[in-house]
């Protein structure tokens, strides 16, 4: 009887644990289904977002060429408005430069004008003055100039003026400052130099007007052209430039009235 019990257990017993081994396996295929999903889904994830990463720094990248190509261009626009805006500065300071000799340039000879003529007399006169250093001032005209421009041309008689200052600048030093005054007058300011430099220079002057062959000679102009000179020296008399110019003036008339070709002293 006891032997039957146990053996109605055991028989109990072993129909109960099946099921449950049943339920387990289940539950584990259950599991690796699970992990294996996650790691798809995962590597699916991974790859949308891979994409999506280089897709963005794709278009980051394409928008930092698009930023650097703008900045490009605008760097290489200020570059020409830079340049332009130096082309533009040189030429305003090639036109001040050339405003500035202008009004300081007799237009026809190069020389300097008479408003520079007054103001170089005025500084070295100052200077003279001042230092006790010598100053002599030489005006001449170029004799029966308005013979040349009747009996010829104006063009004629202003090709003589520009032989004239050329023939004048070639005989002045460095420091001596020739100018053309006006009309028919010229003018030279000797600084650092007495009566008897002054006279030397309208001497070369001369010899080099007897020598010119370029007034012209061919017929249609002037053989010989000749010029008047007044010179004087700065002396105690001279309270101003325009006494100092007086004497020079009256100078340069009285030898015009001795029938010119000549140097007046003052």
């Excluded at 650092?192 to 007007?209: N, S, V």
């Excluded at 009235?257 to 003052?266: C, F, K, P, Q």
């Amino acid at each position: 009887m006891a032997n039957m019990r146990m053996s109605c257990g055991l028989a109990a017993l072993l129909p109960a644990s099946a099921p449950a081994a049943a339920g387990q396996g289940v539950a584990d295929g259950w599991v690796v289904l699970a992990v294996v999903l996650a790691f798809v889904l995962g590597a699916v994830l991974a790859y949308a977002l891979g994409g999506a990463a280089r897709r963005t720094a794709a278009r980051l990248a394409r928008e930092a060429e698009a930023k650097a190509a703008e900045q490009r261009r605008q760097g290489e626009q200020l570059l020409a408005v830079l340049h332009e805006r130096d082309a533009l500065m040189a030429r305003m300071q090639e036109r001040e430069r050339d405003f500035a000799r202008l009004a300081s340039e007799d237009a026809l000879t190069g020389l300097p004008n008479g408003r520079a003529f007054d103001e170089q007399l005025a500084l070295s006169f100052a200077r003279s003055k001042r230092h006790g250093q010598p100053l002599s001032l030489v005006l001449l005209d170029i004799d029966h100039l308005k013979q040349v421009n009747e009996s010829w041309s104006h063009a004629v008689g202003d090709h003589v003026l520009v032989e004239a200052a050329r023939l004048l600048r070639a005989v002045c030093r460095l420091s001596d400052l020739p100018a053309r005054l006006g009309g028919d007058t010229f003018a030279v300011i000797l600084t650092d130099t007495g009566r008897d430099g002054g006279w030397r220079l309208c001497e070369r002057l001369q010899h080099a007007f007897a020598r010119h062959t370029a007034w012209p000679a061919d017929g249609t102009g002037p053989n010989y052209v000749t010029f008047s000179a007044g010179l004087v020296e700065l002396g105690a008399q001279d309270e101003a430039p325009a006494q100092f110019f007086q004497r020079c003036d009256r100078a340069l008339y009285l030898a015009r009235h001795a029938g010119g070709a000549r140097t007046g002293l003052g």
